[in-house]
């Protein structure tokens, strides 16, 4: 029987839904607000991943417009709500969420602030995710 106060139980908000597609569609500004909209409406420990899958989407939309500094900074405050969940949660693969952002701030970071317009596009990869997983009840 699984704990009924597990975290990732239970279904998506559909902002966080929607901050996910738009993420997919490298449309990083309008998956930060739009996940920031779940953060604000969501209640317990699920708003900290939000917040998580949020600040990685601010994370490539720096990449995207050259901005290293901010880039890094928020790489590194992404791993405080990203760093604690299981490697699936509500049908999102948050281990390979971590796995694609940690390879590719590696690259921004071996390229340096001036080289960063040089970073390979196909770093920035969906998040994947079951959006047709049950999660209720189970």
Known sequence: MKDKNDPCRGPIHPKAMQGILYFNKG???????????AWKVEGGPIRDLYKGILQTAVVYFHITRLNYEGAVKMYARSQKWLRDWPEVCRGIHIGQLRRDLESTIAQVQRLGQEPI???????FKPITWNKMEKHEHE
Do not use: F, G, K, Q
């Open 27 to 37: 449309m990083y500004y309008e998956s930060h607000e739009a996940l920031e909209d």
């Open 117 to 123: 317009s040089s970073i390979d596009a196909d770093n």
